[in-house]
């Protein structure tokens, strides 16, 4: 199969970077098109490497790309999640190249999605490709690469909720994570919960001329500030009430065999530019990101932000804002008490709305599992190295969905890295990765199927 790989790497990345040209931003209606564009992409190249039974699902949404190979009922069935869609590539004045115009240096692919997930998830079909290439696909597999990914999976759920016997599988696959670093492959066998809203806040019913109102009329912008800034004390704890009263805590054994993972702080800071870290007291910073909760302001806006100055008091500010979640939250409970609280702290002189937009649970995946087993000797295999298990911090919330729905537990084999600037300008994919992934899939396929015996 090595040989295969090699032999046809320039085509596989030459495809990658043909469907990393298609803006499929599933945020903004005016890349409708091109989204859709994508999703016969994938499909034609589903199709192209083996799969049968290729088709565009409808939603109340973007489709969701199916497809499958079944060899032997008998055998055991693996399930592929991905998405095709992309975050924004905004602002595209801070990307070195063109977004949407796929370059190649030092060794990284430069484009939106290219590591999330087109890339990642691209890995599947072209490790799919190379096993049917080489009669080596040891047992059933199932492909689901929907276009929703980025706004939510809005249509996902109705969709396998009423497709229970077509995803019928022993596990589900994906790749939408991370590594620790090409030298110490990992795991994540666990994911933070979402729940994400926008807050407005309203004072006058027109802009006013600050000269004649300012001192006298509240200032949406200013109260907006001070609101937000409550919401965390001095020690970063979130003051929201009764906002961890549902946190797993774990054991300090628990949190000794995390600080194993290898962590250089020093080459953290420096790789953001940041003299010092930041966040909630008496955690380190690879706990504060993946085991404990938090409360972000993801975009605030209001009154003048054009060319030169316009003295205004605006009649609106906004912001919008994500919690991550930890085990034993929910995104209905953290929602619930975020709206509670944020009203209550409004003045009188200003009138808040809170409207909710998107959650997710947290997920902890087992690591006693056949599954995760093959995984980890699939990496070993091709890394050299045992991978490490790890906690990631970004949330994928249709694995909680998966569990409840399918009752399938997840195997998280992720190939990014920190640095592959995901949702952010310059966002990167290893050429190596990408391989590696093509390399290191098919032998996740073998040794699952050989322990499932």
């Given at each position: 199969m090595n040989q295969y790989i090699s032999d046809n790497k320039d085509r596989f990345i030459n495809e990658l970077m043909d469907m990393l040209r298609i803006p499929s931003v599933s945020a903004d209606p005016k890349f409708k098109q091109d989204v859709l564009r994508t999703a016969e992409y994938v499909a034609q190249k589903l199709t192209e490497a083996g799969a049968d039974n290729v088709e565009l699902c409808e939603t109340g949404g973007y489709p969701i790309v199916y497809g499958d190979k079944i060899i032997d009922p008998a055998l055991p069935t693996v399930l592929v999640y991905g998405h095709y869609d992309v975050q924004p590539a905004d602002p595209y004045e801070l990307w070195h190249s063109p977004p949407f115009e796929p370059v190649i240096k030092d060794g990284k692919i430069y484009a939106r999605g290219a590591c999330d997930d087109k890339g990642q998830m691209y890995m599947h079909v072209k490790a799919f490709e190379v096993m049917m290439q080489n009669n080596a696909l040891p047992c059933n597999v199932k492909f689901m690469i929907e276009g929703e990914e980025e706004v939510g999976s809005e249509n996902l759920a109705t969709f396998v909720k009423g497709n229970k016997t077509k995803l019928a599988a022993d596990v589900i696959l994906i790749s939408d994570t991370g590594m620790l670093g090409n030298d110490t492959p990992s795991i994540t066998t666990g994911l933070r919960g979402m729940s994400y809203l926008e807050v407005e806040v309203t004072g006058p019913n027109r802009d006013l001329h600050s000269g004649l109102y300012g001192g006298a009329v509240a200032n949406p912008i200013n109260i907006l500030c001070q609101m937000i800034a409550s919401m965390h004390?001095?020690?970063?704890?979130?003051?929201?009430?009764?906002?961890?009263?549902?946190?797993?805590?774990?054991?300090?054994?628990?949190?000794?065999?995390?600080?194993?993972?290898?962590?250089?702080?020093?080459?953290?800071?420096?790789?953001?530019?940041?003299?010092?870290?930041?966040?909630?007291?008496?955690?380190?910073?690879?706990?504060?990101?993946?085991?404990?909760?938090?409360?972000?302001?993801?975009?605030?806006?209001?009154?003048?932000?054009?060319?030169?100055?316009?003295?205004?008091?605006?009649?609106?500010?906004?912001?919008?804002?994500?919690?991550?979640?930890?085990?034993?939250?929910?995104?209905?409970?953290?929602?619930?008490?975020?709206?509670?609280?944020?009203?209550?702290?409004?003045?009188?002189?200003?009138?808040?709305?809170?409207?909710?937009?998107?959650?997710?649970?947290?997920?902890?995946?087992?690591?006693?599992?056949?599954?995760?087993?093959?995984?980890?000797?699939a990496y070993e295999t091709t890394f050299g190295v045992k991978p490490v298990p790890v906690r990631s911090g970004g949330s994928i919330p249709i694995v909680a969905m998966f569990k409840s729905e399918l009752g399938l537990d997840s195997v998280l084999m992720g190939f990014g890295l920190d640095s592959d600037a995901i949702h952010s300008p310059n966002e990167s994919f290893g050429v190596f990765n990408f391989m590696k992934g093509i390399e290191t899939i098919p032998m996740f396929y073998q040794y699952y199927a050989e322990m499932s015996k």
């Open positions: 004390d001095e020690n970063n704890h979130i003051t929201i009430p009764g906002f961890y009263d549902n946190v797993q805590e774990l054991s300090q054994e628990e949190r000794a065999e995390m600080a194993r993972a290898p962590f250089d702080l020093e080459k953290y800071k420096q790789a953001l530019d940041l003299t010092d870290v930041h966040g909630e007291a008496g955690y380190t910073t690879m706990e504060r990101n993946s085991i404990r909760p938090t409360l972000d302001v993801n975009g605030i806006w209001g009154g003048y932000t054009g060319e030169g100055a316009k003295t205004v008091i605006p009649s609106k500010a906004f912001a919008k804002i994500s919690m991550r979640l930890v085990p034993n939250q929910t995104s209905a409970e953290i929602t619930e008490k975020f709206q509670k609280h944020f009203e209550s702290i409004a003045p009188k002189s200003v009138r808040v709305l809170v409207k909710p937009h998107h959650g997710g649970e947290p997920v902890v995946t087992p690591t006693n599992s056949v599954a995760y087993q093959a995984a980890a000797r």
